[in-house]
């Protein structure tokens, strides 16, 4: 086995090209051996080919010489003629009979020599002119070739530009998006302080207020603003306006008697005595009921307008006041008549 005997040319304008050798080889083999347009159709077509770098190997050839050549066959015509004047001047002597076969053997063998050499000047003719072509067949490939090559790497380099510029679109989407939540978080705390601060002094001043009164207390005694019988006829008018519906008063009555019981066993338990206006719970069973928050402000809770709260203050607990509620609570439960009875 051998390997094929290609084109150097075309070889070489492939190598140049940045083919590997074994690789532009094979293409030149199974293009044909014919043009470099061919070679690189070739190698395009079968670039994922496993082999496509093994060299291609041909069975050997032998020779077997049968005839003369064309060269031979003109050495031949020239040596006759070399001899056909040598012997000129010894055939000048021979008989005259001779003279005119041997004057037209060597025209003969002239005119073929001359008829041989257009022919030779005629094949090298075309072989220039077919070179020439080919050199430019070549070299528009190779433009070809380089111009494609070109516009593959601009498309390359605008896909990577596009992808760079939507990397920096989501990481600058993602900043935007990380700002806005940190400018809502802000917010968030910042009403939430204010909420906070708000109700701290609307607390403040509630105290200011009682201190104030209590001060005034001192200066004028008095009987205390709430007795038994004004916590009794709260809690009467409450099962009055809500007689058709018992279960509605007694779950209102075991709500103000559970928020009493919290604060007399924990009165430094502020959240006792911290309830939201607008809890679902406090609003369906008490604070939604006419006479329900009325006896809670009895027992010592203020109403905080701004902030949506009852609250009583440490120094506003009463724990007489608010045994006393929550003995009036308890009657007005176990009596099945309270209420009822009273005009």
């Known amino acids: 086995m051998a390997t094929p005997q290609l084109d150097k040319r075309i070889l070489s304008e492939l190598e140049l090209m940045g083919f590997p050798t074994a690789r532009s080889i094979r293409a030149l083999h199974f293009s044909g051996n014919s043009s470099l347009e061919s070679a690189i159709n070739w190698l395009l077509e079968h670039e994922n080919d496993p082999d496509i770098?093994?060299?291609?190997?041909?069975?050997?050839?032998?020779?077997?010489?049968?005839?003369?050549?064309?060269?031979?066959?003109?050495?031949?015509?020239q040596g006759m003629r070399a001899n056909a004047q040598e012997s000129k001047p010894e055939e000048s002597t021979a008989a005259g009979r001779q003279k005119p076969v041997l004057y037209t053997f060597i025209n003969c063998c002239h005119t073929s020599h001359l008829n041989f050499l257009y022919q030779e000047t005629s094949q090298v003719e075309r072989e220039l002119n077919a070179d020439q072509n080919e050199d430019e067949v070549r070299r528009r490939i190779i433009e070809l070739f380089k111009s494609k090559q070109d516009g593959q790497?601009?498309?390359?380099?605008?896909?990577?530009?596009?992808?760079?510029?939507?990397?920096?679109?989501?990481?600058?989407?993602?900043?935007?998006?990380?700002?806005?939540?940190?400018?809502?978080?802000?917010?968030?705390?910042?009403?939430?302080?204010?909420?906070?601060?708000?109700?701290?002094?609307?607390?403040?001043?509630?105290?200011e207020r009682i201190?104030?009164?209590?001060?005034?207390?001192?200066?004028?005694?008095?009987?205390?603003?709430?007795?038994?019988?004004?916590?009794?006829?709260?809690?009467?008018?409450?099962?009055?306006?809500?007689?058709?519906?018992?279960?509605?008063?007694?779950?209102?009555?075991?709500?103000?008697?559970?928020?009493?019981?919290?604060?007399?066993?924990?009165?430094?338990?502020?959240?006792?005595?911290?309830?939201?206006?607008?809890?679902?719970?406090?609003?369906?069973?008490?604070?939604?009921l006419q006479g329900g928050v009325e006896f809670l402000e009895l027992c010592g809770f203020m109403k905080l307008a701004i902030s949506g709260y009852l609250v009583m203050p440490r120094d506003?607990?009463?724990?007489?006041?608010?045994?006393?509620?929550?003995?009036?609570?308890?009657?007005?439960?176990?009596?099945?008549?309270?209420?009822?009875?009273?005009k």
């Open 53 to 77: 770098d093994q060299l291609p190997l041909i069975p050997r050839e032998i020779n077997i010489e049968c005839g003369d050549t064309p060269n031979e066959a003109r050495n031949d015509i």
């Open 211 to 288: 201190r104030k009164r209590i001060e005034d207390d001192k200066i004028k005694p008095v009987e205390p603003a709430v007795s038994p019988e004004q916590l009794r006829d709260c809690l009467r008018n409450l099962k009055k306006n809500y007689k058709d519906d018992t279960t509605k008063v007694t779950r209102a009555f075991q709500i103000l008697l559970k928020i009493i019981a919290n604060i007399v066993k924990n009165p430094e338990e502020e959240k006792f005595r911290r309830i939201r206006l607008n809890n679902p719970v406090f609003k369906e069973r008490v604070g939604d």
């Open 153 to 207: 790497e601009r498309e390359r380099g605008r896909i990577r530009n596009q992808l760079q510029e939507d990397k920096r679109e989501r990481i600058r989407a993602a900043k935007d998006l990380m700002e806005a939540k940190r400018t809502l978080e802000e917010n968030q705390r910042k009403c939430v302080m204010e909420s906070r601060k708000a109700d701290q002094e609307e607390e403040k001043r509630a105290r």
């Open 316 to 342: 506003k607990i009463n724990l007489a006041l608010l045994n006393a509620a929550g003995v009036e609570v308890a009657s007005a439960m176990e009596n099945p008549y309270f209420g009822l009875l009273s």
